[in-house]
């Protein structure tokens, strides 16, 4: 669980850098280091990736996700989405 708390908490000091450049907190070299840093984090978490997004039971809809769908029914439900659930294929306008 500390890599998962020390990837989020990269992820969002890389996505909102402004405050601790503004504030000279790190420099350019230091914030590559982190941007380094993160990969590894995702690195080590990938083969935990499946396991831990089922850990929250996130309906898949929620996700959008059809290729990790709990049945293991990812090509049927791609299938079904195209079919049934977009607007543009139900539709007889353009």
Do not use: H
């Amino acid at each position: 669980m500390e890599t998962v708390c020390c990837l989020f908490a990269a992820d969002r000091l890389i996505a909102y850098p402004q405050g601790m450049f503004e504030s000279e907190f790190i420099k350019g070299s230091q914030f590559k280091l982190l941007k380094d840093r993160k990969n590894a984090l995702m690195k080590l978490v990938r083969n935990d990736a499946i396991g831990l997004v089922d850990a929250f039971i996130i309906p898949d809809n929620t996700l959008k996700s059809a290729i990790g769908v709990y049945d293991g029914s990812a090509y049927e439900t791609l299938w079904d989405w195209v079919n049934n659930k977009n607007r543009v294929n139900t539709t007889d306008e353009i």
